[in-house]
């Protein structure tokens, strides 16, 4: 996984409330065997006309100031809906490396962070503020550190954020989740002699 | 006196390997369910890193999403999608490669994993049991703590037996009164959902009780909780009771004889003690509503059938009321239009929320001796092969194909159109699946949510109708 430390880098604005997983990446794209080439898929339905599949020129990511973007500020409840990991996987290949909202789904929140993509919650007020702040374009550029976390907004003024001690661990060393649980093997290795005893019959 | 403790308290207590000083928990997965559109990453992972599965045994896998419904399929060599076929292909690549237990296309017991995982006796109360699938929340109607994860996540259970969490908060979801004349499990959850809002469950596990849930059959049951996902919320429980063990009693993977009675032992320990606290509560009484249906491109866009396509100008929060508009302009919808004079192209009867036993009789009362429209499509897919074979021995096949409706073989199908049952742009269906979010079932196709009966009627008339009026 890619290391997150500091991003300074266009963010687009996405006012959409419950933006669902198969508005980032639809199920048909789902019959792919890697993690990479999802990007130009990214948000399919609304960047593309279902019917032509040319580009709908009032998507954000396809006006110009917008198509470099690597900060998504986003509706409430992004994310929402299936567990793929295509979505994450999506908007990694696209080359967004950071979405804020003031919420978002459970499961998407988690496959985001093992993809090195930075979730970060705020307040509506601040929401709203990142929004217009965003909506400057190109010239407008944001700065995520997560060290301090800390979001520069593109007036200059700076929002504080909050994160779990062991995911900012996690994002700014580029650690693999599973390395550090195979440490933990003997524990493991205890819950499994205690828990066959008692439920024999899950070890067949 | 020690601490009361719910359902989930005690489930995610029983799983703690470990916790980090900064809260971070590891917990125990008894079980994973693998299909092939999430998992095929996640083995790759494994072999670059050169590791194996720690516990072959405790995974099973079985191809669902993906595969044709067609009457006379094949194998998965027959398969004419490329794309699809590969994907199937490497499932059991996989399968064998890592010694993991596979379910083959061709086999009677083969269909959606949060099917045929009950089906099977795999899913077992107070176990943890994930699937690459946020329908996994299904099983959460047996009392165990069952969620969805991604591919990462996958490849983490495969190779450590463990996940990587924080507990969730506890909500407790009380349903008081019965289920009226025309209604099921899926007007009750899709009621919840319309209350609580589709981030209402977000950070929470959701138990559903109360006489409502305790009435409902494991079918309704599973229907419930498989939509808990669609509020918000990271798994549904509901207490294990004498139905849940009857259910599973004789089942292939449940414990037999003097472990049956020590298992049960424990199971009856599980629901949640007296006086145990919740962080959120919410109280429904469903003995007035009437059959529901969705109107717009979230599961919480819901109203009565007997109501209108609701009007986004009276709507304060500017937010709501933009989704609102997108809904409607992408649902090709006015405000004020009656939902029953709303037309329909297809009717999907299945899915991973309503493609059980229960569902399929369910339709077949409406659907006997009555005839499709000829301006719709109807096809039935069954849950699982055994769903398939129960419900031909009991006639409803033969009930089904007269009427005009198409009877398929098991899968996801409609649901996620990823096998070629799908909507064409500007489509309309009446479904019993779980999202009408854009573009789920196709480009372009719009989706209204109902109940198996309610699908059948809509079938019947050609439009969204109230099954009420068509059955007395």
Redesign the interface.
Known sequence: MEKFTKLTAVAAPL????C?T??II???F??????TGLGKNLF??LRYD??TGNENPKFVLNKKAYRHAQILIA???FG??????HA?WALLDYGIRCVIST?F???FF??SS??GILLIKVSPKELQQLMEGAERGANATMTVDLEKQEITNSDGDIITFEV???KKHCLLNGLD??GQ??Q??A??SR??TA?KA??????? | MLKPKTLFDKIWESHL??Q?D?G?C?I?I??QLIHE??S??AF??LRQ?G?RA?RP??NLCVPD??VPTTPGRGGTQEIEDE??R??LE?LEKNAKEFGLPYISINDSRQGIVHVIGPEQGLT?PG?TLVC???H?ATHGAFGALA???????V??VL????L?Q?PAKNMRITVNGSLPFGCSAKDLILAIIGKIG??GG??HVIEYAGPAVEKLSMEGRMTVCNMT?EA?A?AGLIAPDEKTFQYLKGRP????AA?WEL?LE?WRKLPSDPGAKYDTEETLDVSEIVPQVTWGT?P?DEVAITSVVPDPAGVQDV??R??ME?SLEYMDLKPGTKMVDIAVDKVFIGSCTNSRIEDMRAAAVVAKGRRVSDSVYALVVPGSGLVKLQAEEEGLDKIFTEAGFHWREPGCSMC???NGDMLF?GERSASTSN?N????QG??GRTHLVSPMMAAAAAITGHLTDVRELIN
């Open positions: 006012p959409i409330v419950n669902d198969d508005k639809p199920a048909r789902l019959k792919t065997l890697t993690r399919d339905p279902p019917k509706g409430h409840n929402c809906g299936s567990s793929r990991e994450p919420d789904a459970d499961i988690n496959n093992k993809n779990d001690p062991f989740d599973i649980t195979l933990k093997g524990a493991i819950y499994e828990n008692a439920t024999p019959w899950l070890y067949k | 390997v470990d980090q900064d971070t590891l125990y008894d079980r559109i999430t095929a990453q790759d992972g890193t590791r720690r045994e405790a999403h993906n794309e699809s590969i994907q490497m077992q176990i690459g699938d946020s996994t969620f969805g994860v991604g591919t990462s996540e490849e983490h190779a450590t037996q463990t990587i924080r589709t981030a977000t950070g996902i918000g990271r993977q449940c414990p037999k472990q298992a424990q979230s919480e937010n709501r933009s989704a997108r996620l159109a990823m742009p999202r979010f854009e573009g789920r480009p372009g």
